[in-house]
């Protein structure tokens, strides 16, 4: 349920007598008790979006990306540090969207109440010689606690699960819905556009294209083995030696591995990272305006194979994912990627599923 405008009055009272937000915390009550809940004054319209994990290495080049985008209206920043600060620098771009900041647990609320769509880069990075999974032990309790907030004060929102690993942290968010009832599979989005990035990119290179003219479906999930290209789907169609094959699937699926060890402890992708995000965000929001033909892949909930989460391509629309694509025909090399994919991934999947029911 949304927040009643006393609920928000008498928390609103509640912060300033008790709390000391952020100077970038915006708590006028002209835009929080509008009957637009968080549009600014002077806002464009467009739709209203939170960053959660805004300050990282993600965060920040997300943050301007948003910024720099026209269907944005709102932008919030929420992070447990250095929030004021990026969000000064951003607020200071001329570009239509107003943007708020918010720091610590106590401003969750603040940050979410209103969001149509709650982007999540919150958590570790890997090091060197570090698995996904490894990041579980640390990541699986913010996103569970971000998620937790969403049930409370934006539970119609569009969610892009961005934090590692994937595979386990959208069954996390969708654990956390269904007991909060208000789980809609249609609204919860694991982002691994970052693969689709990266297949575009060392396909193009090797056939000698543009990657903006290449389209290469990856599916399965976001580690390892579960990254699944389609290199037999890709447009326009081409045909590649089995080597090419070997060498291309072997390096969409280790891409983030190749950043990690580049960055030599320094963290993983975020450039590239951000650039998907916004790539994703932007057809989410396409989506909900109500354009037709958005298609991209994304790890939902799925009928596509056994396996409950799945990533394929999606058809995003005013209510989110709203239709999921089959995999289409593959040939032997990649049903034979698809078994190792799939036991892979349920083990994960079931690793985030009992974190939550535990
Ligand atoms: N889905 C994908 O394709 C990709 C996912 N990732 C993942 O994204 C996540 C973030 O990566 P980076 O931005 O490089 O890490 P980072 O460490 O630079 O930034 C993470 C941010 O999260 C914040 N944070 C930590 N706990 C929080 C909480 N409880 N609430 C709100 N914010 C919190 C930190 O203060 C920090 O600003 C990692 O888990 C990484 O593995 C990274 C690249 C690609
Ligand atoms: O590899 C990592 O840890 C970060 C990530 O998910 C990616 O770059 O694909």
């Not at 709102?74 to 447990?80: F, P």
């Not at 969000?87 to 106590?106: C, E, K, N, Y």
Request: contains cysteine; aromatic residues 6%.
């Amino acid at each position: 349920m949304e927040s009643s405008s006393s609920d928000v009055k008498q928390r609103l009272a509640r912060i300033s007598a008790h709390l000391n937000p952020s100077p970038n915390l915006q708590v006028e009550e002209n835009w929080v008790l509008s009957g637009e809940n968080c549009r600014a004054k002077g806002g464009s319209p467009g739709f209203k979006v939170a960053i959660l994990g805004a300050s990282g290495g993600i965060g920040q080049p997300l943050a301007m990306l948003m910024k720099m985008n026209p269907l944005v209206s709102v932008l919030h920043l929420y992070d447990v540090a250095n929030t004021p600060g990026v969000t000064a620098d951003i607020s200071h771009m001329d570009t239509s969207a107003v943007v708020r900041g918010f720091l610590g647990p106590q401003q969750l609320e603040y940050a979410l109440v209103g969001m149509d769509l709650v982007i999540i880069p919150a958590g570790v990075p890997r090091k060197p010689g570090m698995t996904r999974d490894d990041l579980f032990n640390i990541n699986a309790g913010i996103v569970k606690t971000l998620c937790e907030g969403i049930t409370k004060f934006c539970p119609n929102a569009i969610v892009n699960l961005i934090s590692n690993p994937v595979n386990s942290t959208v069954p996390i968010a969708a654990e956390v819905f269904k007991r909060a009832g208000t789980f809609d599979p249609k609204r919860l989005l694991g982002v691994t556009m970052l693969d689709v990035v990266r297949a575009n990119t060392f396909v193009a290179e090797v056939l000698g294209h543009d990657p903006r003219e290449v389209d290469v479906p990856v599916v399965g999930g976001h580690a390892g083995v579960t990254i699944l290209p389609l290199l037999s789907q890709v447009k326009p169609p081409c045909s590649f030696t089995p080597k090419e094959i070997d060498q291309l699937t072997d390096r969409i699926q280790n891409g983030g591995t190749e950043v990690v060890e580049a960055k030599a402890g320094a963290g993983s992708a975020t450039l590239s990272m951000a650039y998907a995000a916004v790539k994703f965000a932007d057809a989410c929001l396409r989506g909900l305006r109500g354009d037709s033909g958005i298609v991209e892949c994304a790890f939902v909930a799925s009928q596509v194979t056994e396996l409950p989460f799945f990533a394929s391509k999606v058809r995003l629309g005013r209510t989110g994912a709203e239709e999921i694509f089959s995999l289409g025909p593959l040939n032997e090399y990649e049903r034979a990627g698809l078994e190792k994919a799939k036991k892979e991934l349920a083990a994960s999947i079931e690793k985030g599923v009992s974190f939550v029911r535990k």
